[in-house]
């Protein structure tokens, strides 16, 4: 299995594009009453490095689904704001994994898109969008929920950047909110 660090990322107050994806995967799977944090269930207690650590074996698991070889970037995951329930990121939070993958030198984008198509479901994972992305360059996109984890990864094939931009598949991986255990210092 490919491992990815267990480094932290920059804390953000604003919520990442992967967060809003992670909101409209869940308005497609339908969600249930929400309640006054406005989230539609109850946050579970949970420390920091075991998330992180979950997170990182989802991302080690995407790379060996993709059966591609390249250049990975981006540090291990880290804890962003659950902008629902705690944003001042003092007793809620998400972990939160953005990287990507280019400059291969063993199989295509396009095998590796295909790959996951398959190996997503085959390992329990919802596939609640396979498409284009809205933008201009209309590139390949997927997102996924894990309906047991409750993960969400959304997956794009940038095969056309402006400029001399070179391809690569960018994902990002977002937990749902977890309540930090009592006295976790979250900064």
């Known amino acids: 299995m490919s491992e990815f660090p267990s480094g932290s990322l920059r804390r953000t107050r ?16 339908g969600c249930s009453s929400v309640n006054s944090d406005g989230l539609d269930y109850k946050p579970e207690v949970r420390a920091v490095a ?7 074996k989802i991302s080690s698991s995407l790379i060996d689904w993709m059966s591609i070889k390249g250049k990975v970037s981006g540090p291990g995951a880290g804890v962003s704001v659950c902008e629902a329930v705690d944003p001042d990121l003092k007793t809620h939070y998400t972990i939160y994994h953005p990287w990507s993958i280019y400059d291969l030198n063993k199989g295509t984008f396009a095998e590796a898109m295909q790959s996951l198509r398959e190996q997503l479901p085959k390992h329990g994972w919802d596939i609640t969008k396979d498409g284009e992305t809205k933008s201009r360059a209309k590139n390949p996109e997927i997102v996924a929920v894990n309906p047991t984890s409750h993960h969400t990864v959304q997956i794009e094939w940038a095969r056309e950047r402006s400029g001399d931009l070179k391809e690569l598949i960018s994902i990002s991986i977002t937990s749902r909110c977890y309540r930090a255990p009592e006295g976790t210092d979250l900064h």
């Open 14 to 29: 604003r919520f990442p594009l992967s967060v809003c994806v992670v909101a409209a995967s869940l308005i497609l799977m």
């Open 50 to 56: 075991p998330a992180k650590e979950e997170v990182n």
